[in-house]
């Protein structure tokens, strides 16, 4: 590790309380968290991110994560090093460094938002991200949350996801004099063409939603003028959001650039994979070829 990069352990918190409610991971496990509180000027102060991790689409893809932390507690590790936006330290993180900050174990693999009720026996899959949402924030709101003067939701990939989708409920569950703000960090997918001309990315997220029974969890001011699937793609549910939000995203982002614009079921020659490991190796087509299909979406869906 290098020097000035170094974090610190955080204990992870098992909401054992939750699974009388349902809110449970993948296999039936309690969802958890990690919390560190808040300290001097900072006490009333909290910042809640969520993990990422992708996402499962089907019986088959999820059951796979419940042999992993990203499916069940069991088998999370007891301890979380907080860094960056997390860290202690004054001189690294300036802003938020005596924050209450918590870290929201992801086990669900929907973003925090599949509630589907009935459980197979034969799998004893558990599709309940949104319960797991709604019982961890129940926790901090109990643990001095509803007492926040400042307030941000934030999260990276799958977990920035859950960061758009949720901004506005979690703006709901506070004060209306709290200051309260979102941050989605490489969570702005896009409901891009692959260069093969197909939409796989909306096929896959189509998925999502409805393995997990997302649809009702969606903001209901998008999924009332669109399909459900698309309300899962920030650049259709951003729109509805009232809540201020701040969006960070890598211009040619690896994941969206190797799963979204060239998944590998539409390069079977390898033609683009020196250029997915690397953008430097990219030749100036495939980076126009990017630009095209994922800048450029992006733009056109961000302006409207």
Not at 57 to 72: A, F, W
Not at 91 to 112: H, K, M, Q, V
Not at 261 to 281: E, Y
């Amino acid at each position: 590790m290098f020097p000035g990069t170094q974090g610190f352990l955080v204990d992870i918190t098992y909401l054992h309380s939750a699974v009388a409610k349902g809110a449970v991971c993948l296999d039936g496990s309690p969802p958890a968290y990690h919390f560190h509180k808040g300290s001097g000027a900072g006490l009333n102060s909290w910042l809640v991110h969520h993990e990422g991790g992708s996402w499962c689409n089907n019986v088959t893809s999820c059951l796979s994560r419940t042999k992993t932390e990203l499916g069940s507690s069991k088998y999370m590790a007891s301890q979380f090093n907080f860094t960056g936006i997390l860290s202690n330290q004054q001189e690294l993180n300036p802003d938020f460094y005596n924050w209450n900050i918590i870290r929201i174990r992801y086990c669900d693999g929907a973003s925090f938002t599949g509630d589907v009720e009935p459980v197979d026996p034969a799998t004893n899959l558990h599709l309940r991200g949104a319960r797991i949402w709604h019982a961890v924030m129940e926790d901090l709101l109990a643990k001095g949350m509803k007492n926040a003067e400042k307030a941000i939701l934030t999260g990276c990939s799958a977990g920035g996801l859950a960061s758009i989708l949720h901004c506005d409920s979690f703006r709901a569950l506070l004060s209306k004099t709290c200051k309260v703000k979102c941050i989605s960090d490489a969570g702005f997918f896009i409901n891009a063409k692959d260069i093969s001309g197909a939409r796989r990315i909306e096929t896959f997220f189509g998925q999502i939603v409805a393995t997990h029974g997302s649809a009702k969890n969606l903001p209901s001011s998008c999924t009332s003028k669109m399909r459900p699937e698309l309300c899962f793609f920030p650049q259709y549910a951003i729109q509805h959001v009232q809540t201020p939000i701040f969006i960070i995203n890598a211009a040619y982002d690896l994941w969206q650039v190797s799963n979204i614009l060239v998944p590998d079921a539409v390069d079977p020659h390898g033609n683009w994979k020196i250029c997915k490991a690397n953008i430097s190796n990219c030749s100036s087509a495939q980076i126009k070829t990017m630009h095209n299909n994922i800048i450029g979406t992006g733009l056109k869906r961000a302006h409207g």
